[in-house]
């Protein structure tokens, strides 16, 4: 949808939803998880994985509305905690799609910034962190956009 405010309200609910998983999980700084049941835990998995394939696919190959890309960030840092391997997994299959050896190496290197860059932490959702990722995902879209969109 392309309508701000669904955009900004829809990308609202994925992260709280995203940050609520990975708090229960334990995955985040200073919260304890509590047992949740598997079944739960698979549907869970599943869905912040599908809206993490749809938020990177959108925001790497589709238009999108640049003026909400402070929550596209926030939500991605969340969807990112709860499913660091989906995050792989994503990467992994777009620097598999590169032919080219110097363009897979600054996709690689793109990839590596957003979650590495700027003392970011991958199991903190505070403010400041949610900061330091804003910066890394700004720098890593305004990278990884330039390079495919030129394919």
Do not use: W
């Not at 994925?14 to 995955?27: C, D, N, P, T």
């Not at 959108?58 to 238009?63: E, H, I, K, W």
């Amino acid at each position: 949808h392309y309508d701000a405010t669904v955009v900004r309200s829809s990308l609202r609910a994925i992260e709280e939803y995203a940050s609520h998983v990975a708090k229960e999980r334990g995955l985040v700084l200073g919260h304890r998880g509590r047992q949740i049941a598997p079944q739960s835990n698979r549907l869970a998995s599943s869905c912040l994985r599908h809206f993490l394939r749809l938020l990177f696919e959108s925001l790497l190959f589709q238009n999108f509305l640049s003026n909400q890309v402070d929550a596209y960030s926030s939500t991605i840092l969340s969807l990112t905690v709860c499913e660091s391997q989906a995050f792989m997994e994503i990467a992994g299959q777009v620097l598999q799609s590169e032919q080219d050896p110097a363009t897979k190496q600054r996709l690689t290197s793109a990839f590596e910034g957003l979650v590495r860059s700027n003392g970011v932490a991958m199991n903190r959702l505070d403010r400041p962190n949610r900061l330091k990722f804003r910066k890394n995902f700004r720098a890593f879209l305004s990278e990884a956009r330039g390079i495919l969109k030129k394919q």
